[in-house]
């Protein structure tokens, strides 16, 4: 659930302008007439409850985990508030009048829904960044294992020194086990290991490129 953080001052103003305009009728009406807006009063609960049950179903339902959480979120204030706006209704229906309190009352659960709308929208985007960047950090990684691979199947086929082979048949299969880390270090080792690994020649002072190689492989691994 996700929600445009430009509309949030428009909703904090729409709720403010419902709830003064809902204290002006109670408070101006005299009490007779507050038996009469029972009637709206129990149909906008009861389209509120509607609306906020099922419209995310209807405009806003998307398979993410993301949207999976907020929508755990949104859905648990969304239960508080039909529950708590039930309760506001049958006590209208008993009482047979609306009362500037059940204005307030009503107002107030609204608010709290917004709360957990904000919540979930929180939520689904922190999670969503979580995924981005774990996405991010296991591509670059990924590139590294590939290069390494093609590399090592390079060399196999061409022949060659026997001792550089060895060396580049161990080190791109060392790499091959490297773990996914999440620190911005390990990523900028990550991407010099690439660029190393576009640039190796083994036919011009293998020994010294590998050993360079090896360093920054270390440096990597050691990063958790």
Known sequence: MRINCNSVPRMVLFVLGALVLGLLIGFGLPAPLRVFLMIPFLI???????????????????????????GIIYYRGATIFAVLSAAVAVWALTTRSVSPFFIILEAAFLVLFGVYVLLSSS?????????????????VLDELKLRAATLRNTVEQLGGDDKARAAVRKLTES??????????????????????????????????????????????????
């Open 123 to 139: 939520a689904a985007a922190h999670v969503e960044q979580i995924k981005h960047t774990e996405a991010y950090e296991k591509a």
């Open 44 to 70: 906008v609960i009861a389209v509120m409850v509607y609306v906020v049950l099922l419209a995310p179903l209807v405009f806003g339902f998307e398979m993410s985990d993301g949207s999976l959480v907020g």
């Open 175 to 224: 790499i091959r086990f490297l773990s996914p880390s999440e620190k911005e270090e390990a990523r900028q080792l990550e991407t010099m290991m690439i660029m190393k690994l576009e640039s190796l020649d083994l036919t011009h002072d293998a020994d010294s490129q590998l050993r360079e190689l090896e360093l920054l492989y270390r440096q990597r691994k050691g990063i958790y």
